[in-house]
C-alpha cells in the first residue's frame, strides 16, 4: 500500500529540518547570511527565510527546496541566475606561504592542511571553493580557480565540518578548565602558606608559655 505523503504542516519540525539541511551543498560558506548551512536549513523551517539564498547551490537546490515545501520557485528563478558562479577551488602559493595556519582556522570543512611555520596545503578533493580562507590571509598568497564541477562529497563535508567544531569546542573547553585550575592552585598554595603560618604561631606560643 502507497504511503499518503504528508503536507509541510503535518511534518515533524526536527525532520524537517535534516530534509532541507541534506538538500544544501554544505559550503558553510555564510554566504545565506547565517553561520552555516544548518542554521539557514532551521530557519528556511521557521519561514524566517527565503530558499533563494544559496548561490553555491544555485537553481538545483532552489527547485529541490521548492519542491520538499510545495513553494513555487519561479519568483526566485531569474534573481538566482544573477548570482551564479561556477565552482570554485582554492589553492596556496606555497613559495609565499609563511605557515601562519590563519587559512587553516578559517576554513569551515578543514580541507587545509600544515601547522604552525610549516607550508600548508589545500585538499582539492575536500575544498568547497567557499572563499573563506582569503581574507585572513596576511601575504595574499591563496587563489581561488573555477572548475567545471564541485570535487567535494556534500555529505563528507558535512562530517569534516562538525568534526572540526567539536574539537574546537573541546579545545575551548580545556582552555576554560585550565584558567579555573590556575586560581584553584592560587587558593591551595595560599591555604598551606596560612596553614604554616598558623603553626609556627602556635609554636611559638607554646615556646613562649613553657619558658615562663
Partial sequence: MKSKK????????KPLVNEIDALLPQTQCGQCSYSGCLPYARAIS????????????????????????????????????????????AS???????????CI???????????????????????????????PCPVDCIDM??????????????????AKKQRFELKQDQTNLSNNILPLNEQATYIKAAVKRAKEKKQRLQINLETK
Fill in 145 to 162: 580557480s573555477s572548475i567545471n564541477q564541485s570535487n567535494y562529497n556534500p555529505q563528507q563535508a558535512r562530517q569534516r565540518y562538525y
Fill in 92 to 102: 596556496i602559493r606555497e613559495s609565499e606561504c609563511i605557515g601562519c595556519t590563519k
Fill in 46 to 89: 521557521e519561514n524566517k527565510a527565503e530558499i533563494n539564498r544559496c548561490p553555491p547551490g544555485g537553481i538545483k537546490t532552489l527547485l529541490a527546496l521548492a519542491k520538499l515545501l510545495e513553494k513555487n520557485p519561479e519568483p526566485f528563478i531569474t534573481e538566482m541566475h544573477t548570482q551564479l558562479n561556477p565552482p570554485m577551488i
Fill in 105 to 135: 582556522q578559517a576554513c569551515p570543512v578543514d580541507a587545509i592542511l600544515g601547522a604552525a611555520k610549516q607550508l600548508h596545503l589545500v585538499l582539492t578533493e575536500e575544498c568547497t571553493g567557499c572563499g573563506l580562507c582569503l581574507p
Fill in 6 to 13: 504528508l503536507s509541510i504542516s503535518e511534518r515533524d519540525f
